[in-house]
């Protein structure tokens, strides 16, 4: 009998061989299993591409799925205490709690009868959004529920949801280091920019401005991943490895460096290995309130030392001299030239 | 990035021995031996460029680079196969515009079938959903949503498995 590529039980078999070598399990003898599988027919070839390019399709429409599926989540709390306690649902309107209760209602009963998952066990799973948000010059030690320590750097946004499967934490404009409590049953993982870090038990840095992302390890290993395509494997980081990545660009690099050096912002220092003037600046301005602003060929110059974030003035004054610049001190700015 | 001169790279010595086998299966995949070997060595190319990364699985994991690259290279021969075709109504024709993005009714037509694969997903078992999300949302692995549903790795697979099935009724061939 002729085997039809479109029969439930060839399209069935079809499928389980592509699950099955989805697995982290699978063996150079399961692929070879299938090639004999797939040479035996026509018909099985053509179930399994058809499987196949189902599978490629829902990966390249992940993210609208995802949106379609969702339900809809609150809006994450403007502040948040400084230590992490998940905010009570519709406490500060009351008029949200009477919308809630028919809606949970069909929910439960949807539950019952199996068909979906129910908003509450998938906002379990996720956690409650609680951002994080540090003005220009003040930093913030946070320590999160799970025994996790994040120190934000100022003028930093950033937010966290501890859930049931995993930790999250959404990094917008931001500078922050990390040390992750170990984890192995929750991964955490970090949204930044289009890259996507994920840990389990670590220490590192990362540096979110201007659409450019500096990520540091100072101990454990930290995953890269790229959401936009298809979740792939960017690179894998261990002690000493630095990432750098802009937004939007296909490419990143890797350096081996002093992790120390990314971390010293924390104790109140900036060290620099041969950076840019204009980098140097982006980072101080997130620190003082008064902006520092660098002329076009000056931004370019390269600067190699370690520079007290105390005063500013001092601060500028040395870093003026060291390079032969002059500064000009105007009420709204500090030009360096 | 950090090249350790100590150690064979784990991923080489798995690629330079199963070689023969990724030329076997491909050469099935492709139904053309030549280009099966045209494949194998551009796995071997993005091998050897990749950042210095620690694999777990090595065999699975060129395997996957291949299957990655050889859909790639069907979609980039699709698209040029259209723009061919769109060129052929310019100058076939003549006077018909052609436009490299999908016409107004295929957008429509791929609005709706999100909205298909979304409706069977949405129909699925709760733990089956859970599963497809976890794994083909989230991109957890099978064992990582095995662990976080705390069922285990065979059942994770059953419910990929009536995924895919579901999906595939409702969508169709593509």
Redesign the interface.
Known sequence: MVEQA?SDEL??RA??W???????????DD??A??AW??ESEAH?AAFE??????????A??D???A??APPVLAPPVLAPPVLAPPVLGRARPDTRRIRWPAWTALAAA?VA????APW?WNG?LGSPVTYRTAIGETRAITLADGSHIHLDGGSTLSVRLG???RRVALGEAQASFDVAKD??R?FVIDAGDE?IRVVGTEFNIRHYDASLVLSVRRG?V?V?S?GS???????L?K??ELRHQDGQAQAT???VDPDAAFAWSTGRLICSDRPLGEIVSDLNHRYALPIQVSGPAAQRRFTGVLILGDQDALVRHLAGYMALSQERRPDAIILR | MIVDDQQPDPVLTAYLERRPALIRYFSVRLRSVEAAEELVQDIYLKIARRPAEAIENPDAFLFRLGSNLMLDRIKRDRRAKRRIEAYGVIYGSGGEPAADEPAADDALAARQRLQTIVEAVKALPAPAQTAFRLHKLEGLSHAETAAAMGVSRSSVEKYLMACLKQIQDKVGRP
């Open positions: 479109g399209r069935a499928i389980a592509h699950v099955r070598l989805q697995s982290d399990r699978a063996t150079a692929w070879a299938l090639t797939l040479d070839l058809a499987v196949e390019t189902l599978a490629a399709e829902l990966d429409k992940a609208s799925i995802r379609a599926l539950c199996g068909l979906m998952i066990a799973w049931w499967g995993q192995p049953r991964p996507r290993v995953e991943r959401p298809g979740n792939a494997m960017v690179a894998r261990r000493g490895d890797l350096t081996s």
